[in-house]
């Protein structure tokens, strides 16, 4: 049996199988992206879900148009108004989680060899997606503001192929970093300059615990440059599987295409519920609720971080998002950490399959959105008593 | 903006835009393959639904495995038992709609130019599908038994890099033939001489209105080299976008893999809800339902071409599916019938589009599952009329 060239370059993504070890209940893992199941409006949705059957049952069981549910890609268009982004409905498609966004830019720009630059490191998930277009990855060097500008424009030249830059702007996974304005407008006009496409992965933008929100690239993007992923999985809910992709008329058509041959829709059933669930609620107050609760988890996680790891390891304050990412001295190989780890019932990801080039084996990244308080501090402490093993 | 070169070959999906124009409530459409949306269980859906919310709800909500939700992949494999195909839940995988399995197939499989055979002619959505990984076509001549094997093997002496033959063998989309179990087992044997994959699709074989159920291609693998692609579209609601992959364990796990980079996993909501119907009520009874209904329709359509057809007018019956296929005198092009038709409200799907290399422009695919019984007589006198004016 003959796979397509593609197949050599791809395996089981770390996280998925680390996530099935870390399965069993008595494990106390950071090591998913996964949100508080305890938060998920589920009595609202009780309702939602009701009405929809009720009101639009035959619709919703029927197939329908590729670029997804009228009446949410306006709530959608609205949503990102609100961030300053100029967007019609007619800017939005639908697709199934925003891992189907990165799947289809592979897929509209990519040909073998072709050069994605990303940040290092970068999204596990975004960096398998690229990988089954046979792209080569170029990672450009971050500080606490986001790329290194000077590296980028260096890669660039260094580069024929480059066909896009991905980067998650707002509390960057795995990093936690995010980019300041003059980074983001010094992105821009590079981007401008040596006219590449950026792809901006926005999975937990509203998802802020301090510090002042920043404009995202796409509301920056005067000449349709941008392609902005966007997802509710953080902010309601994964399991629908709902996330969007917001580009320009004639370059979206391109995904809409693509969406086409790949899977036709997305949930009639699903886009119907969110959207009516977006009239009847305020996802702005569900956001609030999450906020209030991650922020706990993240301070609680870092106070017992400061407590019980050792001094060598290193770390920024995330100012949003989900993950904390930890640097160890070199002599720490965290995939060799893992097996012990979860020896003592606790989990994380190691941070190499964050680097789609280099060798990384003294990082790690902890989620802290999935666990109790009362687990976050056991479960740092375990961590923290490992580590202070092994130095 | 420079995309890949695959998005040269790629364009929207003629069915799609047909659709799009067909939307206008006045126009009789025998163009799609939508299923009666009449047919669909909506209150057996609204006491599932209400019991997921209420009994699974917050991980109704999550993140789950790629593979699926085990309850529903173990009820799949149970039906694909039915079918004298064994399969334990760890030989299926659930994707979003069979669309997606053919895309993964594609994924899997493809390099620019390998050649994929198929039947001429074959289904446009599949066509699409694998044309996104660059291959090429080759067409082989089909009588009423299905594929003529000696045009099959001389097509794969004269072809370098055939990577697999698509088939659907019951109720063929568009044709409406069904493969005869001698050539059934002549296209396995012919598969296995030249150790090639074959992707059997498999969206309506539940859907026969008369004569004997024959056996899937995948019942009478014995070395793992079909690839069974089935679907809840057509026995259930589309609107869910819940097909699977039935493949030998190896393979299946390549399939797996392409899906983590994909979407990471189909909806867990819809899964479970799908689930959860199939533990409560008898799938096999809404089919019987379904079938007496389109049963019905069927008849009804041909025995109304049979009065307003012109004599010209070639079509065969289907046993099964949703599509009846009509071939016209070469002088009629069905695009030009197409606006013609729409002008008198009724459509239908001109054939070019599922031949993928050759330039056929006499045949049209109605489809008798979507419209009522009424719409069905006026639409096909209609085009009965139209037909007339044309010779």
Known sequence: MKFSKRMENMKASEIREILKLTQQPEIISFAGGLPAPELFPVEHMEIVSQKVIQNLGREALQYSTTEGYNPLREHIAKRMGKMNIKASFEDILITSGSQQGLDFSG?????????????????????????????????????????????????????????????????????????????????????????????????????????????????????????????????????????????????????????????????????????????DYSLDDHIDKIISVYK?????????????????????????????????????????????AVEEKVAFVPGGSFFPNSDTRNTMRLNFSNMNEENIVIGIKRLGQLLQNEL
């Not at 790949?262 to 969110?274: A, C, G, I, P, Y």
């Not at 920024?316 to 097996?339: A, N, Q, R, S």
Request: glycine fraction near 6%; aromatic fraction near 10%; proline fraction near 5%.
């Open 107 to 279: 897929k509209v720009f990519l040909d073998p060899d072709d050069i994605v630059i990303c940040e290092s490191p970068s999204y596990l998930g975004a960096i398998n997606a690229f990988k089954a277009y046979e792209c080569q990855f170029r990672e450009v060097a971050t500080d606490k503001d986001g790329m290194i500008l000077e590296d980028l424009e260096k890669t660039i030249n260094d580069n024929e192929n480059v066909k896009f830059i991905y980067v998650i702007p707002d509390f960057q996974n795995p990093s936690g970093k995010t980019w300041s304005l003059e980074r983001r407008k010094g992105l821009l006009e590079i981007a401008k300059k040596y006219d590449l496409v950026i792809v901006e992965d926005n999975p937990y933008g509203e998802l802020r615990y301090e510090g002042q929100h920043l404009p995202a690239l796409k509301s920056m993007d005067d000449d349709g440059r941008v392609v902005f992923l966007g997802t509710f999985s953080k902010t309601f809910a994964p399991g629908l599987r709902i996330g969007w992709v917001c580009a320009d008329h004639e370059l979206l058509n391109k995904y809409i295409m693509v969406k086409q041959g790949s899977d036709l829709q997305t949930s009639s059933m699903s886009q119907r519920e969110l959207s009516v669930y977006l009239d």
């Open 296 to 340: 706990k988890r993240r301070n609680l996680m870092l106070d017992t971080m400061k407590e019980s790891f050792p001094q060598e390891a290193k770390y920024i304050i995330p100012e949003g998002g989900l993950f904390i990412w930890v640097e160890l001295p070199e002599t720490i190989d965290t995939k060799e950490l893992m097996v012990k």
